[in-house]
């Protein structure tokens, strides 16, 4: 059974980096669509960003994220990241990785083997 693990999150001021980190055990990432979500308070989970398994070659993001988040992977190390600059407090939530089983790139419901969450908070 896979089991996704994020980490890397913690307390920033806006305008800092933070880099997250989601480690797969029990199976191997290479051959997975991966995405990153996130949830505020009182908010549904979004999409963030996702990248495919052939080396990363595709990438999508989500709009207010463009420019500042960019998502990789090593596929070496079963790891995918998440390296967010440039953060805002609006970017504040619980940041979750997960395995893309559907077709959309963007739908929580296209996502399996969701991992345990890293929360990210940015001051104003």
């Known amino acids: 059974q896979v089991q996704l693990v994020e980490s890397g999150g913690g307390l920033v001021q806006a305008g800092g980096s933070l880099r997250l980190s989601c480690a797969a055990s029990?199976?191997?990432?290479?051959?997975?669509?991966m995405g990153w979500f996130r949830q505020a308070p009182g908010k549904e989970r979004e999409f963030v960003a996702a990248i495919s398994w052939s080396g990363g070659a595709y990438t999508v993001y989500t709009d207010s994220v463009k420019g500042r988040f960019t998502i990789s992977r090593d596929n070496a190390k079963n790891t995918v990241y998440l390296q967010m600059n440039s953060l805002r407090p609006e970017d504040t939530a619980v940041y979750y990785c997960?395995?893309?089983?559907?077709?959309?790139?963007?739908?929580?419901?296209?996502?399996?083997?969701w991992g345990q969450g890293t929360q990210v908070t940015v001051s104003s």
């Open positions: 029990g199976h191997t990432l290479s051959a997975a669509d």
């Open positions: 997960a395995t893309k089983y559907g077709r959309s790139w963007i739908e929580t419901s296209s996502y399996i083997g």
